[in-house]
């Protein structure tokens, strides 16, 4: 199993350019979640899908969109990069949508816009 | 509300020392405990967990943690560290309120030493 994917692994932008962020499991989990983590902030929620067809906002929602394309899919859009978008983004999935279950993390993406 | 507070963002020790990284929880209901590890350049990886039963906790690579519900803490220790301990340290606290989503303290650097 490879676990979570992402892709791509590094990406720089122009101020104002937009792009998505793939993320995958072969997990059969049934949440998936994308973080972003920046230096001595730890890390933040921007959205999450508890399951297919449903997603919500977390915790910084703004400047992005997601995705839940099917139950392994699940991707992040950046519709007008601004450099306070600089970071490393890191998807996530887990099993359900409870507090039990520890979650597994892709390898993230870092983007840097300029 | 559920918030987590990991004291020092920076722990230096010495190769074969103890290891001993800081987390203090905020929870309003009974909390589940999470520590992830985060080598260089890549994502987070669960090390342990406490949701309910023996407040000990042993995890991978022979770190535990336990459980304090009189201190709100959780703290993880490692008898002897080793130069490949080197990473970033993330405690989680569960969600509350209705949410499944964890909380994420800011991360303690460990930094090992020969």
């Known amino acids: 199993n490879a676990g979570v994917t992402q892709t791509p692994k590094f990406q720089v932008l122009k101020t104002g350019q937009s792009m998505t962020l793939q993320c995958a499991q072969d997990m059969n989990h049934n949440s998936m979640y994308w973080y972003r983590q920046d230096p001595g902030m730890g890390l933040r929620l921007i959205y999450y899908?508890?399951?297919?067809?449903?997603?919500d906002k977390g915790e910084v929602p703004n400047g992005y969109n997601v995705s839940r394309l099917n139950k392994r899919e699940f991707s992040l859009r950046l519709e007008s990069a601004a450099p306070s978008q600089t970071s490393v983004y890191f998807c996530a999935s887990s099993p359900q949508p409870s507090s039990y279950n520890e979650q597994f993390f892709g390898p993230g993406t870092r983007l840097t816009v300029l | 509300a559920q918030s987590v507070t990991q004291l020092g963002s920076h722990v230096s020790v010495s190769e074969g020392a103890l290891v001993l990284l800081r987390c203090n929880y905020s929870s309003s209901v009974p909390p589940y405990l999470f520590w992830y590890v985060q080598y260089p350049n890549q994502g987070l990886q669960l090390l342990l967990k406490?949701?309910?039963?023996?407040?000990l906790v042993k995890g991978i690579n022979g770190f535990e943690a336990e459980f304090k519900k009189s201190e709100t803490s959780f703290h993880l220790t490692k008898p002897s560290a080793h130069m490949s301990d080197a990473a970033e340290y993330f405690c989680?606290?569960?969600?509350?309120?209705?949410?499944?989503?964890?909380?994420f303290g800011r991360g303690t650097s460990l930094i090992v030493h020969p």
């Open positions: 899908s508890a399951s297919e067809g449903t997603t």
């Open positions: 406490y949701t309910t039963g023996a407040t």
């Open positions: 989680a606290v569960r969600g509350s309120g209705g949410s499944y989503i964890p909380t």
